[in-house]
């Protein structure tokens, strides 16, 4: 699997034995809210427009949210193109 190009905040799990791209995101206090924005991208491909009243299961929200760990970006870049780029070398090993 060839490298990808990550910059800093750019973060991959794997996860079932595949890669995800997990987006980074911060939350900020907006009068007595506190705000989680949502990229345009994502609210087109689920036909949702600004605005519009959505149901949120905390539940599953709870296991889709994780607090970033203090660890220096330049770490969080080497371990994901790692996982990235020698995904297949970390395969082989598992089945030995």
Excluded: C, W
């Excluded at 079932?16 to 994502?42: A, C, H, P």
């Excluded at 539940?59 to 193109?81: G, H, N, P, W, Y």
Aim: net charge negative.
């Amino acid at each position: 699997m060839p490298a990808i190009d990550l910059k800093p905040g750019d973060v991959y799990t794997k996860s079932k034995r595949r890669l995800y791209y997990v987006d980074q995101r911060k939350f900020r206090e907006v009068g007595n809210s506190v705000v989680l924005t949502i990229s345009k991208e994502f609210l087109k491909e689920n036909g949702l427009h600004p605005g519009d009243t959505v149901f949120l299961d905390e539940e599953k929200l709870r296991s889709a949210i994780t607090k970033k760990q203090t660890i220096s970006d330049e770490i969080d870049i080497a371990i994901s193109q790692a996982l990235v780029e020698y995904d297949s070398t970390f395969r082989e090993l598992v089945d030995k």
